[in-house]
Protein backbone atom coordinates (compact mmCIF):
# COMPACT_ATOMS: atom_id res chain seq x y z
CA UNK A 1 0.00 0.00 0.00
CA UNK A 2 1.07 3.30 -1.09
CA UNK A 3 1.68 5.96 2.19
CA UNK A 4 1.59 9.90 0.39
CA UNK A 5 4.33 11.87 2.78
CA UNK A 6 3.79 16.06 3.09
CA UNK A 7 6.47 17.89 4.59
CA UNK A 8 5.51 18.70 7.91
CA UNK A 9 4.09 22.67 8.03
CA UNK A 10 6.59 25.18 9.81
CA UNK A 11 4.74 26.56 13.33
CA UNK A 12 4.88 30.08 11.44
CA UNK A 13 2.96 29.17 8.74
CA UNK A 14 0.57 27.39 10.65
CA UNK A 15 -0.08 30.77 12.43
CA UNK A 16 -0.06 32.55 9.66
CA UNK A 17 -2.99 30.24 8.56
CA UNK A 18 -5.05 30.88 11.43
CA UNK A 19 -4.32 34.39 11.83
CA UNK A 20 -6.16 35.45 8.44
CA UNK A 21 -9.56 34.95 9.37
CA UNK A 22 -8.85 36.78 13.16
CA UNK A 23 -7.36 39.97 11.04
CA UNK A 24 -10.37 39.34 8.24
CA UNK A 25 -12.83 39.47 11.24
CA UNK A 26 -10.94 42.25 13.02
CA UNK A 27 -11.13 44.51 10.14
CA UNK A 28 -14.58 43.45 9.08
CA UNK A 29 -15.25 44.90 12.99
CA UNK A 30 -13.46 47.95 12.41
CA UNK A 31 -15.33 48.93 9.07
CA UNK A 32 -18.84 48.43 10.92
CA UNK A 33 -17.94 50.22 13.51
CA UNK A 34 -16.54 53.87 11.61
CA UNK A 35 -19.52 52.94 9.04
CA UNK A 36 -22.64 52.01 11.03
CA UNK A 37 -21.89 53.35 15.10
CA UNK A 38 -19.10 55.96 15.17
CA UNK A 39 -21.01 59.19 14.29
CA UNK A 40 -24.42 56.85 15.05
CA UNK A 41 -25.42 60.16 16.79
CA UNK A 42 -25.73 61.93 13.58
CA UNK A 43 -28.70 62.35 11.48
CA UNK A 44 -27.62 60.44 7.98
CA UNK A 45 -28.97 58.33 5.35
CA UNK A 46 -28.06 54.63 5.33
CA UNK A 47 -24.62 54.42 4.31
CA UNK A 48 -22.75 51.21 2.20
CA UNK A 49 -20.46 49.03 4.18
CA UNK A 50 -17.69 49.84 1.83
CA UNK A 51 -18.57 53.39 0.18
CA UNK A 52 -20.50 55.13 3.14
CA UNK A 53 -22.28 57.74 1.47
CA UNK A 54 -20.28 57.90 -1.69
CA UNK A 55 -22.01 55.37 -3.78
CA UNK A 56 -25.61 57.77 -2.58
CA UNK A 57 -23.86 60.87 -3.28
CA UNK A 58 -22.57 59.53 -6.60
CA UNK A 59 -26.04 58.09 -7.87
CA UNK A 60 -27.85 61.80 -6.87
CA UNK A 61 -25.07 63.51 -9.05
CA UNK A 62 -25.87 61.33 -12.13
CA UNK A 63 -29.42 62.21 -12.27
CA UNK A 64 -28.48 65.84 -12.86
CA UNK A 65 -25.18 65.85 -14.29
CA UNK A 66 -25.35 69.17 -15.03
CA UNK A 67 -25.99 70.92 -11.61
CA UNK A 68 -23.42 71.37 -8.85
CA UNK A 69 -22.63 68.64 -6.62
CA UNK A 70 -23.41 70.44 -3.64
CA UNK A 71 -27.37 70.38 -5.26
CA UNK A 72 -26.82 66.87 -4.88
CA UNK A 73 -26.01 66.86 -1.41
CA UNK A 74 -28.70 69.55 -0.62
CA UNK A 75 -31.23 67.07 -2.04
CA UNK A 76 -29.51 64.41 -0.04
CA UNK A 77 -30.08 66.75 3.36
CA UNK A 78 -33.31 67.23 2.62
CA UNK A 79 -34.40 63.73 2.17
CA UNK A 80 -32.18 62.52 5.44
CA UNK A 81 -34.84 61.55 7.66
CA UNK A 82 -35.16 63.65 11.00
CA UNK A 83 -32.07 65.89 10.50
CA UNK A 84 -33.45 68.83 12.46
CA UNK A 85 -31.38 70.65 10.47
CA UNK A 86 -28.06 69.16 10.20
CA UNK A 87 -27.10 65.56 8.41
CA UNK A 88 -23.77 63.61 8.65
CA UNK A 89 -22.09 62.40 4.95
CA UNK A 90 -19.49 59.58 5.11
CA UNK A 91 -17.30 60.29 2.58
CA UNK A 92 -14.22 57.73 3.69
CA UNK A 93 -11.90 56.90 2.53
CA UNK A 94 -11.87 60.10 0.00
CA UNK A 95 -11.89 62.54 2.35
CA UNK A 96 -13.39 63.71 5.66
CA UNK A 97 -16.86 62.62 7.26
CA UNK A 98 -18.69 65.62 6.12
CA UNK A 99 -21.22 67.48 8.50
CA UNK A 100 -24.08 69.77 6.51
CA UNK A 101 -26.08 72.47 8.75
CA UNK A 102 -28.99 74.09 6.84
CA UNK A 103 -30.50 75.97 10.37
CA UNK A 104 -29.14 79.22 11.00
CA UNK A 105 -29.33 78.88 14.80
CA UNK A 106 -27.55 75.23 14.63
CA UNK A 107 -24.35 77.31 12.64
CA UNK A 108 -24.53 79.85 14.95
CA UNK A 109 -24.06 77.65 18.37
CA UNK A 110 -21.28 76.14 16.44
CA UNK A 111 -19.36 79.41 15.60
CA UNK A 112 -19.63 81.25 18.13
CA UNK A 113 -16.99 81.43 20.70
CA UNK A 114 -17.18 79.17 24.34
CA UNK A 115 -15.07 77.92 26.65
CA UNK A 116 -13.30 75.15 24.43
CA UNK A 117 -12.67 77.52 21.87
CA UNK A 118 -12.02 81.31 22.72
CA UNK A 119 -12.19 82.54 18.90
CA UNK A 120 -14.71 80.30 17.83
CA UNK A 121 -13.88 76.43 16.45
CA UNK A 122 -10.75 75.80 14.34
CA UNK A 123 -10.68 75.36 10.84
CA UNK A 124 -11.14 72.55 9.44
CA UNK A 125 -8.43 70.14 7.85
CA UNK A 126 -9.75 70.78 4.52
CA UNK A 127 -9.71 74.39 4.45
CA UNK A 128 -5.68 73.43 3.44
CA UNK A 129 -6.73 72.77 -0.08
CA UNK A 130 -7.72 76.37 -0.23
CA UNK A 131 -3.59 77.26 0.45
CA UNK A 132 -3.66 77.30 -3.66
CA UNK A 133 -5.90 79.32 -3.80
CA UNK A 134 -5.73 81.70 -1.25
CA UNK A 135 -2.08 81.83 0.30
CA UNK A 136 0.02 80.44 3.48
CA UNK A 137 -1.27 83.37 5.96
CA UNK A 138 -4.49 83.73 4.80
CA UNK A 139 -6.66 84.97 7.34
CA UNK A 140 -9.45 82.36 6.74
CA UNK A 141 -6.96 79.40 7.11
CA UNK A 142 -5.21 80.83 10.64
CA UNK A 143 -6.44 80.14 14.05
CA UNK A 144 -6.50 81.67 17.72
CA UNK A 145 -4.12 84.66 18.23
CA UNK A 146 -2.87 84.42 14.73
CA UNK A 147 -5.97 85.03 13.86
CA UNK A 148 -6.99 87.90 15.57
CA UNK A 149 -4.18 89.72 14.91
CA UNK A 150 -4.94 89.00 11.15
CA UNK A 151 -8.16 90.34 11.59
CA UNK A 152 -7.45 92.90 13.66
CA UNK A 153 -5.28 94.79 10.98
CA UNK A 154 -8.49 95.51 8.94
CA UNK A 155 -11.02 96.66 11.69
CA UNK A 156 -10.69 100.22 10.68
CA UNK A 157 -11.34 99.25 6.99
CA UNK A 158 -14.36 97.01 7.67
CA UNK A 159 -15.57 99.69 9.71
CA UNK A 160 -19.34 100.66 8.01
CA UNK A 161 -18.15 104.46 8.39
CA UNK A 162 -15.14 103.77 5.82
CA UNK A 163 -17.38 101.70 3.75
CA UNK A 164 -19.67 103.90 2.67
CA UNK A 165 -17.60 106.22 1.46
CA UNK A 166 -17.38 103.88 -1.80
CA UNK A 167 -21.18 103.88 -1.67
CA UNK A 168 -20.73 106.69 -5.18
CA UNK A 169 -18.27 104.27 -7.39
CA UNK A 170 -20.56 101.31 -5.81
CA UNK A 171 -23.64 103.13 -6.99
CA UNK A 172 -22.07 104.12 -10.32
CA UNK A 173 -20.93 100.10 -11.36
CA UNK A 174 -24.50 99.45 -10.48
CA UNK A 175 -25.51 101.01 -12.86
CA UNK A 176 -22.88 99.98 -15.10
CA UNK A 177 -23.95 96.70 -14.46
CA UNK A 178 -28.06 97.64 -15.19
CA UNK A 179 -26.95 99.04 -18.03
CA UNK A 180 -25.21 95.80 -19.78
CA UNK A 181 -28.45 93.49 -18.90
CA UNK A 182 -30.54 96.20 -20.41
CA UNK A 183 -28.16 95.78 -23.55
CA UNK A 184 -28.97 91.84 -23.44
CA UNK A 185 -32.78 92.11 -22.89
CA UNK A 186 -32.95 94.89 -25.92
CA UNK A 187 -30.63 92.14 -28.24
CA UNK A 188 -32.86 89.01 -27.62
CA UNK A 189 -29.59 87.29 -27.01
CA UNK A 190 -29.40 84.65 -24.31
CA UNK A 191 -26.73 84.96 -21.95
CA UNK A 192 -25.12 82.95 -18.72
CA UNK A 193 -25.91 85.40 -16.01
CA UNK A 194 -22.88 84.44 -13.68
CA UNK A 195 -21.08 86.58 -16.35
CA UNK A 196 -21.73 89.91 -15.32
CA UNK A 197 -22.38 89.03 -11.55
CA UNK A 198 -18.82 87.83 -11.46
CA UNK A 199 -18.11 91.40 -13.60
CA UNK A 200 -19.45 93.66 -10.94
CA UNK A 201 -18.14 91.80 -8.52
CA UNK A 202 -15.06 92.12 -9.15
CA UNK A 203 -15.46 95.79 -10.07
CA UNK A 204 -16.89 96.30 -6.61
CA UNK A 205 -14.07 94.41 -4.75
CA UNK A 206 -11.37 96.15 -6.72
CA UNK A 207 -12.67 99.60 -5.48
CA UNK A 208 -13.52 98.43 -1.72
CA UNK A 209 -9.87 96.57 -1.46
CA UNK A 210 -7.63 98.56 -3.85
CA UNK A 211 -9.66 101.32 -4.69
CA UNK A 212 -8.56 100.63 -8.16
CA UNK A 213 -11.08 100.36 -11.29
CA UNK A 214 -10.64 96.70 -12.65
CA UNK A 215 -13.33 98.24 -15.57
CA UNK A 216 -14.45 94.26 -15.39
CA UNK A 217 -17.67 95.22 -17.47
CA UNK A 218 -15.73 97.39 -20.27
CA UNK A 219 -14.59 94.73 -22.56
CA UNK A 220 -11.37 92.33 -22.84
CA UNK A 221 -9.22 95.52 -24.02
CA UNK A 222 -9.75 96.74 -21.14
CA UNK A 223 -9.87 94.72 -17.80
CA UNK A 224 -7.61 94.92 -15.68
CA UNK A 225 -4.68 92.10 -16.40
CA UNK A 226 -5.26 91.32 -12.14
CA UNK A 227 -9.06 89.57 -13.18
CA UNK A 228 -7.95 88.03 -16.66
CA UNK A 229 -5.39 86.24 -13.97
CA UNK A 230 -8.30 85.41 -11.46
CA UNK A 231 -10.53 84.82 -14.18
CA UNK A 232 -8.31 81.66 -14.96
CA UNK A 233 -6.94 81.10 -11.55
CA UNK A 234 -7.16 77.69 -11.88
CA UNK A 235 -4.07 77.48 -13.79
CA UNK A 236 -1.01 77.28 -11.36
CA UNK A 237 1.09 79.06 -14.23
CA UNK A 238 -0.60 82.00 -13.44
CA UNK A 239 -0.37 82.48 -10.15
CA UNK A 240 3.14 84.53 -10.36
CA UNK A 241 1.57 86.45 -13.18
CA UNK A 242 -1.01 87.32 -10.44
CA UNK A 243 1.78 87.85 -7.34
CA UNK A 244 3.49 89.84 -9.82
CA UNK A 245 1.07 91.98 -11.36
CA UNK A 246 -0.40 92.42 -7.24
CA UNK A 247 3.07 93.24 -5.42
CA UNK A 248 3.98 96.54 -7.10
CA UNK A 249 0.17 97.95 -5.77
CA UNK A 250 0.73 96.67 -2.37
CA UNK A 251 3.60 98.66 -2.40
CA UNK A 252 2.29 101.66 -3.31
CA UNK A 253 -0.53 100.82 -1.02
CA UNK A 254 2.15 101.12 1.67
CA UNK A 255 3.58 103.86 0.55
CA UNK A 256 0.00 105.69 0.36
CA UNK A 257 -0.83 104.50 3.51
CA UNK A 258 1.82 106.29 5.60
CA UNK A 259 1.09 109.30 3.29
CA UNK A 260 -2.68 109.13 3.22
CA UNK A 261 -3.65 112.32 4.95
CA UNK A 262 -4.51 115.46 2.80
CA UNK A 263 -4.07 119.21 4.01
CA UNK A 264 -7.61 119.39 5.16
CA UNK A 265 -6.94 116.11 7.65
CA UNK A 266 -9.06 113.80 4.93
CA UNK A 267 -7.88 110.46 4.09
CA UNK A 268 -6.32 109.92 0.83
CA UNK A 269 -7.45 106.34 0.33
CA UNK A 270 -9.83 104.52 2.31
CA UNK A 271 -9.39 100.88 0.35
CA UNK A 272 -8.94 97.92 2.83
CA UNK A 273 -5.13 97.84 2.08
CA UNK A 274 -4.17 101.22 2.20
CA UNK A 275 -6.06 101.37 6.07
CA UNK A 276 -4.46 97.55 6.75
CA UNK A 277 -0.89 98.55 6.19
CA UNK A 278 -0.70 101.82 8.00
CA UNK A 279 0.17 99.35 10.86
CA UNK A 280 3.23 98.57 9.24
CA UNK A 281 6.09 100.64 9.65
CA UNK A 282 8.27 98.70 7.41
CA UNK A 283 7.31 96.40 4.55
CA UNK A 284 9.06 93.38 5.30
CA UNK A 285 8.56 90.07 3.03
CA UNK A 286 6.70 88.45 5.56
CA UNK A 287 4.35 91.31 5.45
CA UNK A 288 4.52 91.41 1.61
CA UNK A 289 3.36 88.26 1.52
CA UNK A 290 0.43 88.46 4.58
CA UNK A 291 -0.86 91.25 1.67
CA UNK A 292 -0.84 89.25 -0.80
CA UNK A 293 -2.44 86.48 0.81
CA UNK A 294 -5.47 89.11 1.99
CA UNK A 295 -5.90 89.97 -1.69
CA UNK A 296 -6.61 86.69 -2.74
CA UNK A 297 -8.80 85.99 -0.23
CA UNK A 298 -11.33 88.78 -0.45
CA UNK A 299 -11.07 88.87 -4.18
CA UNK A 300 -11.47 84.85 -5.03
CA UNK A 301 -13.48 84.00 -1.39
CA UNK A 302 -15.72 87.37 -1.29
CA UNK A 303 -15.94 87.03 -5.13
CA UNK A 304 -17.63 83.62 -5.22
CA UNK A 305 -20.47 84.66 -2.00
CA UNK A 306 -21.33 88.27 -3.62
CA UNK A 307 -21.38 86.81 -7.03
CA UNK A 308 -23.66 83.34 -6.22
CA UNK A 309 -25.57 85.82 -3.99
CA UNK A 310 -26.23 88.29 -7.00
CA UNK A 311 -27.15 85.84 -9.15
CA UNK A 312 -29.63 83.99 -6.74
CA UNK A 313 -31.55 87.28 -5.51
CA UNK A 314 -31.86 88.39 -9.73
CA UNK A 315 -33.18 84.86 -10.40
CA UNK A 316 -35.55 85.14 -7.59
CA UNK A 317 -36.78 88.50 -8.42
CA UNK A 318 -37.05 87.33 -12.50
CA UNK A 319 -38.89 84.28 -11.14
CA UNK A 320 -41.40 86.50 -9.16
CA UNK A 321 -42.30 89.44 -12.19
Not at 294 to 312: A, K, P, V
Amino acid sequence: MSVALFQTASPLLIICAASVPLLVFFLYSRLKFYRFHQFSHFPQALPDLFFGHLKIVNETIAEEPSRHHDHALWQLFRSTPRNGGIALFDLRPIQYPLVLIGSHEIAEQISKASAMFKYSVPKSPTANMLIPIVGKKSIILTNDETWKHGRKKFNAAFAPSNLVTFMPKILDKTMEFLALLDGYVESGEKFCLAEPCIQVTFDIIGLAVLNIDFKSMQGQDKVSVIVRAFRHYRRIALVKTLTASLTPIVKEKFDMAHNNIRLDNKVVDRSVMAMGLRQRNVLMLLNLSSSLDTILQLSYCNGQSMNSLGRHALSRRCARS
